[in-house]
């Protein structure tokens, strides 16, 4: 059973540029969430995808945006890179139909360094 | 609005003592809870999770958790620490009430476990 996958592991940026990072959802969940977690922090939470829509987005501003695809898997894309955009990307995926109660699944996560 | 705390940033203790790492909770309706995993360069492992009922969870690895809905604590714990549990640990809340937050997570800032031999 295939577990959550991200590509790239690690990516090197300079600011300004564009990034586009990939994740492929756990065998049966329909359900992605982003969520940036910088160097000593928590996870925070970015968006959730749920039949290639935008269900809920927390506090990130539209630079950080992102699409689902027919087969569940994701993109999460960030314009115009600042250095603080520098942290660890987790993708997590879920089932909808239990979004309350349902466990997130996390992926290995990509670092993005912005130079 | 929802919050975690974790008061401790580290803790330590000695292989084969019972460890203890601290999680409390601010949400506006009932919680369901959670505690991830995470070792270095790796991705959050699911622990377990509070979602109704018997307020002692059991999970991975020999863990298990307290809830106390009177303190609004989630404290997670093990009888015997392994040098192997060594890692960071997150606590996570999500409101069952509001609905318009459906699937978010809201983490704590982790704990850093550290278990010697």
């Known amino acids: 059973d295939a577990g959550v996958t991200q590509s790239p592991t690690h990516l090197i940026k300079t600011r300004g540029q564009q990034v586009t990072l990939r994740c492929s959802p756990k065998?049966?969940?329909?359900?992605v969430s982003w969520y940036q977690q910088a160097l000593g922090q928590g996870p925070q939470f970015i968006f959730q995808?749920?039949?290639?829509?935008?269900?809920q987005r927390g506090n990130f501003p539209d630079r950080f945006s992102g699409h689902q695809f027919p087969n569940y898997s994701s993109e999460l894309n960030v314009n115009a890179l600042l250095l603080g955009d520098s942290a660890l990307y987790l993708c997590?995926?879920?089932?909808?139909?239990?979004?309350?109660?349902?466990?997130?699944?996390f992926g290995p996560g990509t670092r993005l360094t912005v130079l | 609005a929802q919050s975690v705390a974790q008061p401790e940033d580290q803790v330590n203790v000695a292989e084969g003592n019972p460890l203890t790492v601290k999680c409390t909770y601010s949400?506006?309706?009932?919680?369901?809870l959670f505690w991830y995993v995470q070792y270095p360069n790796r991705g959050l492992q699911f622990l377990l999770k509070?979602?109704?009922?018997?307020?002692l969870v059991k999970g991975s690895y020999g863990f298990e958790a307290e809830f106390n809905k009177s303190q609004t604590s989630f404290h997670l714990k093990k009888p015997s620490a392994l040098v192997s549990d060594s890692a960071l640990y997150f606590c996570?809340?999500?409101?069952?009430?509001?609905?318009?937050?459906?699937?978010?997570?809201?983490f704590g800032r982790g704990t850093q476990l550290t278990v010697w031999p």
């Open positions: 997590a995926s879920s089932l909808w139909g239990l979004a309350v109660t349902d466990t997130q699944y």
């Open positions: 995808y749920y039949e290639e829509e935008e269900r």
């Open positions: 996570a809340v999500r409101d069952r009430d509001r609905g318009s937050t459906l699937g978010r997570l809201y």
């Open positions: 949400v506006s309706g009932n919680p369901y």
């Open positions: 509070y979602i109704t009922g018997d307020n």
């Open positions: 065998s049966g969940h329909d359900t």
